[in-house]
Structures are given as structure tokens and as C-alpha cells.
Antibody, heavy 122, light 111 residues
Framework: EVQLVESGGVVVQPGGSLRLSCAAS????????MHWVRQAPGKGLEWVSL????????YYADSVKGRFTISRDNSKNSLYLQMNSLRTEDTALYYC???????????????WGQGTLVTVSS | QSVLTQPPSASGTPGQRVTISCSGS????????VNWYQQLPGTAPKLLIY???QRPSGVPDRFSGSKSGTSASLAISGLQSEDEADYYC????????????FGGGTKLTVL
């Protein structure tokens, strides 16, 4: 059974930094592109970033480009999101998601974690 | 506002058929496949339809998807109370360096 467990969400001040983690199990982690998707309170879904199965390609939403960095450690079956220069509008539930295509770029978000809440507030 | 356009709400009575539309452009729906996600209240999203019209295992065949040009639709037949949820469409957008875009979501109410 695929499991994705996010952690690291806390309350942080504007301008601060935070690193989110996602522990994956139940599948061959280094075969799949991984994503971060967020959802602000009461709002819709917003894709944040993706990293290819081998870590060689990364993509970012314009809203986080230059501030967030996605990475992965395939030896630890883990996905990360380093978040710098945080803004109040970054407040959201952050989901880790596994892509559906094996050793491709991206096709769809096949499995989702339960999310970790990041609150940016003074 | 979202890159993909969905109606904010939809409703139907048990047993009815409802459709939810998703409108995009040539750089997203017009050139890539569409996926649909269901988010039940208080839970994480779940993949409902992928590659325009494919159902993952475990998704009832009451759910179906279609795409034409720069628009897509999700149809739910034999509506059930447990279908009450938010539904989101998504597609890859080829503009700039490429990125995923979502619709704003449609809240489905079963009357």
C-alpha cells in the first residue's frame, strides 16, 4: 500500500524559513516523479513543484520560484521542500503527491498524503 | 483566478446525472490530457479520472470523463449522497517552462 506522510508544518513568521519532509513507502520511490501541492484554508488546489524520479529535473510554480527548493533523497525514500522568504499567502496545507508514470516526467497525481499545515503569521 | 475554469457549484438529486465542465486553453487542455480529482470533506484529494477518460481501479464506472478541444467534462451518473465533494480538473500547461494548473474546483451538492 502506498503511503505518503508529510511532516514539518509549523507556525512561522513572515520572512522565515521551513523545511517540509515527506516519507514514502509501499512503492519503488526512485521510479516516480514527486510533487508538492498546497491548499490554502477554504481555497482550491495549487501545484507548487515537482522533481523527476532521478532528481535531474525540477519545476516550480511562479508563485514560489526563487524562494522554494524541492529535493529528494532516494536512499531514504524521502521528498523535501525547503521554503525560504515565507509570506502570509504561503499559509496552506501542503500535500506530497506521487506521480502516476514510471520513470517519465509527469502525467497525474496518483497518490496523495494527508498534508502538513504551514501557517505564516506574525 | 485559476487557469482552468470550472463552475463553483453543481447539484443534483440521488440517481440523477450531473456534469462538471472545465475550460482551458491551447497550452493546457488543448495539448495535454486532463485529470480529475475528488476531495471529500476534510480529506486529501483522490485521483478520479486520468488521461481524459481513464478510471483508476476502485473508481465506480458511474464516473466518466471526456475532452474536446480546450474543454473537458466530468460526468457522474446515478448520483449518490457519498458523491458530495469538491471536484477539481487539472492539466499540464506547456507555456513558459511548463507547470501544472488546476481548476478552481466545483462543490457538488446532493440534494
Amino acid at each position: 500500500e502506498v503511503q505518503l506522510v508529510e511532516s514539518g508544518g509549523v507556525v512561522v513568521q513572515p520572512g522565515g524559513s521551513l523545511r517540509l519532509s515527506c516519507a514514502a513507502s509501499g512503492f519503488t520511490f526512485d521510479d516516480y516523479t514527486m510533487h508538492w501541492v498546497r491548499q490554502a484554508p477554504g481555497k482550491g488546489l495549487e501545484w507548487v513543484s515537482l522533481i523527476s524520479w532521478d532528481g535531474g529535473s525540477t519545476y516550480y510554480a511562479d508563485s514560489v520560484k526563487g524562494r522554494f527548493t524541492i529535493s529528494r533523497d532516494n536512499s531514504k525514500n524521502s521528498l523535501y521542500l525547503q521554503m525560504n522568504s515565507l509570506r502570509t499567502e504561503d499559509t496552506a496545507l501542503y500535500y506530497c503527491a506521487k506521480d502516476g508514470v514510471v520513470r517519465g516526467v509527469t502525467e497525474y497525481f496518483q497518490h496523495w498524503g494527508q498534508g502538513t499545515l504551514v501557517t505564516v503569521s506574525s | 483566478q485559476s487557469v482552468l475554469t470550472q463552475p463553483p457549484s453543481a447539484s443534483g438529486t440521488p440517481g440523477q446525472r450531473v456534469t462538471i465542465s472545465c475550460s482551458g486553453s491551447s497550452s493546457n487542455i488543448g495539448s495535454n490530457t486532463v485529470n480529475w480529482y475528488q476531495q471529500l470533506p476534510g480529506t486529501a484529494p483522490k485521483l478520479l479520472i486520468y488521461s481524459n477518460n481513464q478510471r483508476p481501479s476502485g473508481v465506480p464506472d458511474r464516473f466518466s470523463g471526456s475532452k474536446s478541444g480546450t474543454s473537458a467534462s466530468l460526468a457522474i451518473s446515478g448520483l449518490q449522497s457519498e458523491d458530495e465533494a469538491d471536484y477539481y480538473c487539472a492539466a499540464w500547461d506547456d507555456s513558459l517552462n511548463g507547470f501544472w494548473v488546476f481548476g478552481g474546483g466545483t462543490k457538488l451538492t446532493v440534494l
